[in-house]
């Protein structure tokens, strides 16, 4: 409980966030207009191969989580999966980025394949290293401060990769206008993307090794598959668990879908240029150091949940407005001097909100750790993380695809020109996209209210856990 981490190992831990948010702007941002508007495959169809993709990733996170939960290494439970992850996501990366000249179901089932190999060697990843931060520190506070360290760098890889993206890589060039349809720039980004990723995992497993040596090593026991799974079931049982899955679910269905629907608002919707959309991303970072800074002090003061909550509140309303405003004639017409400015605003203080509530409800599954072990006399930080992973990729799965059910539905064509598409087809679009967003973040906040733990209670379970230890090692020494 009073272990002391030291900074520096604090920042090469949430170094090791911003693989996650390189390769999490790509496929959120890109990989949806790329295989789309460039190699021309369907908007449906490519939504449905990212979310078989998400459904078969997410359902080995738990797996993943357990077997790291009791592994016994002279590296620790959670470095040997780390390291051996990191060649087979290099590989996998760049064939989700570099298919082959194929197209239509050839093209399709390859989006799956290489999809699914991806996102299932991440996890090998991901998940140990996610669990490590709850053994980091047990503190109500310290918590949220190294959530807020991951997030950062999860931004600064994610926004940084964006940046480059739409201003170096995706330029607009005499056989390609719209620097977003250029082929080539999509090779170069894999690249680069590519070497921070496994600069990332390096840095985050080289610059823990040391401290995971003397974190918990699990305790030999005899096992039968029922008592695996009973002992897995208790953990998914926790009610706390359960209101952040529900939680988690609604928030990944409104980030899966606007996440996917972004570029074409800001290309099509509000027919900005790269150089506009290197600056949205811009503003992130901005946001982010806003985020870092606020949530720990918020959350100490209000508390986890209630500031959450308000958050989420503030992200509705956020998002949703400038699209109502445009649809009634009240915001800046496209091309005007205000519209860029008003968007960064608005985009710049929706995402802060959204930064800080993703930092908190970080920091409020960390904190069920304890209360499971409480519960069950296991610490189990890894099945934690990777159930409530799982939830949020199955469903930000269907996010994705139900990006391109939006865009099928209100047929969205093709291979489309900024400009060149019916004000109806826009209206239509910027209804939707509000519209289910605001449907699946209501489902959210109503999950979120039902969380039950507070600062008080954990402090006095941290107490109650010191004792049963205490009381456990006399037992055992007499």
């Known amino acids: 409980m009073k272990r002391k981490i030291p900074i520096g190992s604090k920042i090469l831990y949430g170094s090791g966030a911003a693989a996650f948010g390189i390769k999490d702007q790509g496929f959120q941002a890109l990989l949806l207009i790329y295989y789309n508007q460039v190699l021309g495959l369907p908007a449906l169809l490519v939504s449905s191969a990212l979310m078989i993709a998400l459904l078969l990733d ?27 992850s990191l060649i087979p996501i290099c590989i996998t990366f760049y064939m989700v980025w570099n298919p082959p000249q194929i197209e239509g179901m050839a093209l399709f089932t390859y989006l799956i394949i290489s999809s699914v ?15 490590l931060l709850p053994e980091l520190t ?75 040596r003397n974190f918990h090593k699990p305790e030999k026991r005899p096992s039968t598959p029922g008592s695996k799974f009973g002992g897995i079931w208790a953990v998914v049982a926790n009610k706390a668990l359960l209101s952040m899955l529900g939680t988690g679910m609604f928030a990944a269905l409104a980030a899966g ?68 405003l ?60 990777s159930v409530n992973t799982l939830v949020a990729k199955t469903v930000s799965g269907m996010g994705i695809l139900a990006a391109g059910s939006v865009l099928a539905f209100i047929a969205f064509p093709d291979e489309a020109t900024p400009g060149a598409i019916s004000p109806d087809t826009l209206t239509s679009l910027g209804f939707t996209y509000i519209g289910v967003g605001i449907v699946f973040f209501s489902g959210s906040l109503l999950c979120l209210a039902t969380y039950p733990l507070s600062r008080a209670g954990h402090e006095a379970r ?10 456990t090692s006399v037992t055992t020494s007499d």
């Open 462 to 471: 941290l107490a109650r856990l010191v004792r049963t230890t205490s009381e």
């Open 138 to 212: 047990q503190n109500y506070n310290e918590r949220t401060v190294l959530f807020s360290i991951r997030h950062l760098f999860n931004i600064i890889g994610g926004v940084g990769m964006g940046i480059a993206a739409f201003a170096i890589f995706l330029s607009p060039t005499e056989e390609f206008p719209v620097g977003q349809l250029n082929p080539e720039g999509y090779t170069n980004y894999s690249l680069v993307a590519l070497l921070f990723i496994a600069l990332s995992i390096l840095a985050s497993s080289l610059g823990t090794q040391s401290i995971a």
């Open 117 to 131: 190999l991806l996102r299932g060697f991440l996890s090998v990843y991901e998940i140990p290293n996610a669990s």
């Open 58 to 84: 997410g359902i080995m996170d738990p797996l993943i989580g357990h077997v790291s939960d009791n592994w016994r290494s002279s590296l620790g439970r959670r470095h040997p999966f780390m390291y051996a």
């Open 326 to 385: 445009r649809e009634f004639g009240l915001f800046p017409a496209n091309g005007s001097d205000l519209l860029l400015p008003l968007i960064l605003i608005e985009r710049g203080t929706v995402t802060a909100a959204s930064l800080t509530l993703i930092i908190l409800a970080s920091s409020m599954v960390a904190d069920i750790v304890e209360d499971v072990e409480e519960k069950t006399g296991r610490r189990a930080e890894g099945l934690v993380q």
């Open 257 to 324: 879908m606007i996440h996917a629907l972004q570029v074409y608002m800001g290309t099509y919707y509000w027919e900005l240029d790269n150089q506009d959309l290197a600056a949205i991303q811009g503003v992130s970072l901005v946001s982010i150091l806003v985020a870092v800074v606020a949530a720990t002090p918020l959350s100490a003061k209000f508390g986890k949940k209630e500031t959450a909550v308000f958050m989420l509140l503030f992200v509705i309303l956020g998002f949703s407005a400038p699209i109502l």
